[in-house]
């Protein structure tokens, strides 16, 4: 028989807890406990806000659409600056030097016959001519026609009588004529074929005479008084066709640096010396220096020398004829070297043109151009 077990003994279990009594909930305090406004003034502040956000969203968008409206794209693309045209430039047809307008182009040019006898020496004026002519006026005596437009001399002179073949050669430029007489011939041409003529002999108050030389050699002029004479008849524009013109170019060894011209006789035979540092021509006459006694010395840019058919002809005595017309040897002298070429003149009215020994027209360097006209049996030499 098993041996009997004994179960410890079952303790009893505590008695459930009693619920502990709910206490009640308090009550949800009513809007008044609170503080608040009532729901209908609550309403009304909900509705500005809305009012007042639709306001400031239409004020946004009516900005943005005036902003958007206005907006023009930009344009990114990279663009090459436009080239700008450089300033024109203008040039006198005399003398090839720059002008500063084109109104100076055009202006009036003045022929001024000047004496070269040795009482009228020094002569005022001549340094500022662009051009001038030079040629025996009787009993083997030169005289120059100088021409002038941009530059105004305060002093010319002295102011001598005029010859037919000047007037030849200066006609092309349509110029104003100063002059004391002339030739029969001459005063014949610029008194009745349609010449802008400023004689003293009908223009007395343009010119004067000098208390310091003697007459006939003490007749001056100034441009104050001709640019109002020539002002006073109306003669305001001279349109012509210049030489065609180059740029200096100084030659690296000189060929003619000194150049000889008989043109008659030791008082009025002209030489010139090249001067390198100026690229232009010293001159000289009668052995002494050529000097403008305002200026000091003569030195053109270009020297030309003419070879003329010349003769001895009636007018109001027996007086130098030459023939400017048509055609002859020419010697043309800048930067250090000569040209031996041809001089053409078609008719009185025809400019002066120079062509080399290709029969291309010779282009000239700008500045003072003084030419000189010599017989056919006359020579110019240069060293």
């Known amino acids: 028989m098993e041996p009997t077990q004994t179960l410890p003994p079952v303790s009893p279990l505590p008695p459930a807890a009693a619920p502990e009594p709910q206490q009640p909930s308090p009550p949800e305090p009513s809007p008044q406990s609170e503080g608040r406004e009532p729901w209908h003034k609550r309403k009304r502040v909900r509705v500005l806000i809305v009012v007042s956000t639709l306001l400031i969203a239409a004020g946004a968008v009516t900005y943005w659409a005036v902003v958007f409206a ?20 203008y040039y006198s047809p005399l003398t090839g030097r720059e002008m500063p307008d084109e109104a100076m182009t055009k202006r009036t040019v003045t022929a001024i016959m000047v004496e070269n006898s040795p009482d009228a020496r020094p002569q005022s004026g001549l340094k500022e001519a662009g051009v001038v002519y030079e040629a025996i006026a009787e009993g083997g005596i030169t005289r120059f ?7 105004r001399p305060g002093l010319i002179g002295p102011v001598r009588s ?4 000047f007037v030849e050669w200066i006609t092309p430029y349509n110029p104003a004529i100063a002059h004391v007489g002339g030739s029969a011939r001459a005063l014949e041409m610029v008194r009745g074929e349609g010449y802008r003529d400023i004689d003293q002999f009908f223009n007395a108050d343009a ?29 305001t524009e001279s349109i012509f066709e210049g030489w065609p013109r180059k740029a200096d170019a100084p030659a690296a060894e000189p060929n003619a640096s000194s150049i000889n011209v008989t043109i008659s006789g030791p008082l009025y035979n002209p030489t010139y010396t090249y001067k390198k540092e100026t690229n232009s021509y010293d001159r000289q006459q009668g052995g002494e220096a050529h000097i403008d006694r305002e200026s000091g010395q003569i030195s053109p840019n270009v020297v030309i020398v003419m070879k003329i058919p010349m003769t001895a002809g009636f007018e109001d005595g027996y007086r130098e004829q030459m023939e400017t017309s048509g055609s002859g040897a020419a010697y043309i002298f800048q930067d250090g070297t000569v040209t031996e070429g041809e001089w053409q003149k078609a008719d009185v009215k025809a400019p002066l043109r120079f062509i080399d020994g290709n029969k291309q027209p010779v282009k000239l360097n700008a500045g003072q151009t003084w030419l ?8 110019v030499s240069w060293q």
Request: charge should be positive; charged fraction near 25%; proline fraction near 9%.
């Open 70 to 89: 206005s907006y023009k794209p930009v344009d990114m693309t990279v663009k090459k600056p436009e080239a700008k045209a450089p300033p024109k430039k």
């Open 145 to 151: 026609a100088a021409l002038y437009q941009a530059a």
């Open 162 to 165: 005029l010859r037919p073949y």
């Open 207 to 235: 010119y004067y005479r000098s208390t310091d030389r003697y007459a006939p050699h003490n007749v001056y002029t100034t441009f104050d008084r001709l640019d109002a004479l020539n002002q006073s008849k109306s003669y």
């Open 372 to 379: 000189t006209a010599i017989t056919t049996e006359r020579t």
